[in-house]
């Protein structure tokens, strides 16, 4: 579809290239994933005064051309900022790992406004959150089960993936180190990685998948916890083929950051 | 990756530098080939002369020949006051407002969550020793600290972070005044409204 378009976008990455230009990779709603070029990006404030950064919901004008996978943004302009998110460090630790996230889990030209909008409430939320690091990684683990769900493959965490047997009836709760989610005692195989789960982690789990009302006493628990994120991480494993660039930043922000894979 | 052609080389090696692409640096080459010696005689010479000769200040890590930089050096600056930038090219928009009088502290990058890049990766310890001890400042005590990195989000990021570590010191920090447009490049803003974020600082 060459021609000239506009849509509402966030800036997943933007790299500076030659002597004024910038490359953006650009999430559109109606669009999914691209790459667009601003010619003089960092000398021209009329065109993009507003800024080409992350962690904005923009409106952008740009030109899709035939002959190139590059579309070259024209115009930018800011609709919603969240200077929350830029006054507090752990904040933009936060919604930097969210953005390179979303960079990572979505595709070249898939529209998924299901994930636009997920994304802007996940940004919304970190802005008028209090700065409390247990408060932020709720949000962020809302935001990662929730891709989890859209792109078809959360983790099961009422039932035993192999029978069927639902959690609260097991003795006891086991989880595959691959991800997948949970199983019973009897469908364990000899031989394969799994790890016995704590009720609590269970229930923290399920109050990131619907944070709704007070916050479990799970939340505060440092093994429940530390097991929660790598249950996360290893169903994360499944759609990532690296590390996360922002990641190093995010263990510094996170509470009891532990040992994380 | 080298080949046994030297204009394959040179063209290759013209393509790494930021801005030229491949089709840039064939041009160049075949410029350099088509002049007489003494134009890439004079281009090597200075090529290694830059890399021989220029290094950073043991305490600002601004460019230098010597040990320390001029600025450094000058005893009719300020050294108690310390402005901090990402790159020599914003201390020299800095210095070209003539409003400064301090001294400069270059990182030499940004704090970038989402490239990776930690206050580890940038020139932030040089600095914070400044700010711990009068020793590492050539025996001046730092009372102020002006943040001027750009304001964007790596720009905040690097400003939050120096904010925290300098809390538990008696340093009054600030941060240059956002009349310097969001998004925009401290190294591409116009000489007026750069001395105007100087001055209009707010505190930290
Ligand atoms: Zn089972
Ligand atoms: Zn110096």
Redesign the pocket.
């Known amino acids: 579809m060459a021609g000239k378009h506009t849509s509402l976008v966030f800036v997943l990455r933007k790299v500076e290239y030659a002597e004024r230009d910038v490359i953006a990779t650009l999430f559109a709603r109606d669009r999914g994933r691209f790459s667009a070029i601003a010619k003089n990006a960092r000398g021209s404030k009329r065109r993009f005064g507003g800024g080409i950064q992350p962690m904005r919901l923009l409106r952008a004008d740009y030109t899709v051309r035939t002959n190139s996978d590059l579309a070259r943004l024209e115009s930018i302009d800011v609709r919603e900022d969240f200077p929350g998110i830029e006054g507090d460090f752990d904040k933009i630790a936060f919604g930097s790992y969210a953005t390179e996230w979303t960079r990572e889990l979505t595709v070249d030209a898939d529209p998924r406004p299901d994930l636009f909008d997920l994304v802007g409430r996940f940004y919304r939320r970190l802005d008028r959150a209090d700065c409390d690091p247990l408060l932020l990684e709720v949000a962020l683990r809302h935001l990662q089960l929730q891709f989890f769900r859209y792109l078809g493959s959360p983790p099961n965490l009422d039932e035993c993936i192999r029978c069927g047997t639902p959690t609260e009836s097991m003795q006891k709760v086991y989880a595959l180190r691959a991800g997948d989610g949970i199983i019973c005692p009897d469908c364990v195989r000899t031989g394969e990685g799994v790890g016995v789960v704590f009720p609590q982690t269970l229930e923290l789990l399920r109050y990131f998948r619907a944070p709704q009302g007070r916050p479990p006493d799970a939340l505060t628990n440092s093994d429940a916890l530390a097991q929660a994120r790598r249950i996360i991480d290893a169903t994360a494993s499944q759609f990532l083929d690296r590390r996360l660039k922002s990641r190093p930043t995010l263990e510094t922000s996170l509470k009891d950051p532990g040992e994380l894979i | 990756m080298k080949s046994d052609d030297p204009i394959t080389n040179l063209v290759s090696a013209f393509a790494r530098l930021p801005g030229i692409g491949e089709r840039t640096a064939s041009r160049l080459a075949f410029y350099v080939l088509n002049e007489p010696d003494s134009l890439a005689d004079d281009i090597a010479e200075a090529l290694m002369a830059v890399k021989d000769q220029v290094n950073l200040?043991e305490?600002?890590?601004?460019l230098?020949q010597a040990e320390?930089?001029s600025?450094?050096r000058a005893p009719d600056r300020d050294h108690s006051t310390i402005c901090v930038v990402a790159n020599a090219q914003d201390l020299r928009a800095i210095e070209n407002t003539g409003e400064f009088d301090g001294?400069?502290h270059v990182l030499h990058g940004v704090i970038s969550p989402l490239e990776g890049v930690g206050p580890d990766d940038i020139h932030m310890s040089e600095l914070l020793e400044r700010l711990q001890s009068a020793d590492a400042n050539g025996g001046t005590e730092v009372q102020e600290v002006i943040v001027a990195t750009s304001p964007s989000v790596d720009g905040e990021a690097t400003s939050l972070y120096l904010s925290k570590a300098i809390k538990p010191l008696d340093i009054r920090i600030s941060r240059i005044a956002s009349g310097v447009p969001i998004g925009s490049e401290l190294e591409y803003t116009d000489k007026s409204t750069l001395s105007r974020a100087l001055s209009e600082r707010r505190e930290l």
Do not use: G
């Not at chain 2, 305490?59 to 601004?62: H, I, Y």
């Open positions: 200040c305490r600002c890590c601004n230098t320390t930089c600025i450094c001294a400069y």
